[in-house]
């Protein structure tokens, strides 16, 4: 009989444990159902906007500036014009791609449309800047993932505090992966959630990121990119991508990730364009021949964008036409440096009336 009596609630107490197991599962899919829901990837969109043509940016006018403070001008966009006082940002390297900093204004020289010009104010604070990343996640990428969003997290981290972000992704469309924040951990854990796959629409993804930009909290504005081949699927052309760059106030650095036997013409052009853009802006391309140098290049980027020289002059020439015009800086090193190399951006807009 005590065996008798003890079987049913054996056989009771294991249905309510299978009842219980059962419904902890279908809550368990439940959760998960909206985990996945919460972090679909936007690229999978199939109307993702790749940006819209912007206006051609013009340079600031001020209609009645404060006096300037010597050594210390307010630092704004790339290249800005305050009451014809003209702001150029630069970074200065040696022959082994060393950052250079402790130069003096007396060790720079400035030109506007070929006409030298008086440096009337030098700065070299670090402030703010609000920084666009262009990723790529096409197929290729697949192997070298990991080290990249590595790389990523180590640019961010060694950037000032107050830089914000935001994040284009890119295969076959762009999309903006993690939309404007400052938390390095909140690009982090999207970015653990991406898989790569499918085309290349690197164009088009730069142009999304030069068009986002506009919306920028600060007035410095840079990109980084982060791809290893060449566009074979955006809608936008080269030339429309030069137009847009040129127009913008945006400095592009870029870490290529290129293969060595390069074998269609899309990866071979691709070092060239982004060459291209960077130079530009002021902005400079990196090859990366081993993975494991990825961190320190991401890490050096970073310090070139916190240590930039800004000089200001105002034009001998100021004419309002809303023309191009071009910017030539020559260094005059002190003694006993080896030659060294400015960067800087080859242009701007004059202001219009």
């Avoid at 999309?175 to 790569?196: F, G």
Wanted: aromatic content about 8%; charged content about 25%; proline content about 8%.
């Amino acid at each position: 009989m005590k065996y008798l009596t003890s079987g049913p609630r054996f056989l009771i107490a294991a249905a309510s444990t299978a009842a219980w197991h059962l419904l902890f599962l279908l809550f368990v899919a439940l959760l998960g159902t909206g985990i996945s829901a919460a972090q679909e990837n936007p690229l999978d969109a199939p109307n993702t906007p790749i940006g819209t043509p912007a206006k051609p940016a013009q340079p600031t006018v001020a209609p009645t500036p404060p006096p300037a403070t010597p050594g210390s001008p307010r630092r704004n966009s790339p290249i800005r014009v305050e009451a014809n006082l003209v702001l150029v940002p630069m970074t200065v390297t040696d022959p082994m791609n060393r950052l250079v900093t402790g130069l003096e204004k007396e060790n720079f020289n400035v030109f506007d449309n070929n006409q030298g010009q008086v440096i009337k104010t030098f700065s070299t604070e670090d402030a703010p800047v609000t920084i666009g990343i262009v990723f790529d996640l096409s197929g290729s990428m697949t192997s070298k993932f990991a080290r990249a969003r590595k790389a990523l997290s180590e640019f961010m981290r060694t950037c000032n505090p107050q830089d914000e972000f935001f994040v284009v992704g890119f295969n076959d469309r762009p999309a903006v992966i993690v939309d404007y924040t400052s938390d390095v951990d909140d690009v982090e854990a999207r970015m653990v959630m991406l898989k790569p796959e499918n085309r290349t629409a690197l164009i088009d993804a730069v142009y999304l990121g030069v068009s986002k930009l506009r919306d920028a909290k600060y007035d410095r504005k840079a990109l980084l990119i982060i791809s290893d081949g060449g566009d074979n699927r955006s809608r936008y052309s080269e030339g429309e991508l030069r137009r847009i760059v040129r127009e913008s106030d945006v400095q592009i650095y870029s870490i290529g990730i290129f293969d060595v036997d390069a074998s269609t013409i899309e990866e071979q052009t691709g070092p060239i364009l982004l060459t291209d853009i960077c130079e530009l802006t002021g902005g400079r391309l990196f090859r990366i021949t081993d993975m494991g140098d990825m961190g320190d290049i991401a890490t050096r980027i970073s310090a070139e964008l916190r240590n930039e020289y800004v000089i200001g002059y105002r034009p001998s020439e100021v004419k309002k036409d809303g023309n191009w015009r071009k910017l030539k800086v020559r260094l005059l090193p002190p003694p006993g440096l080896p030659i060294l190399d400015v960067h800087y951006r080859q242009g701007y807009y004059a202001p219009s009336q």
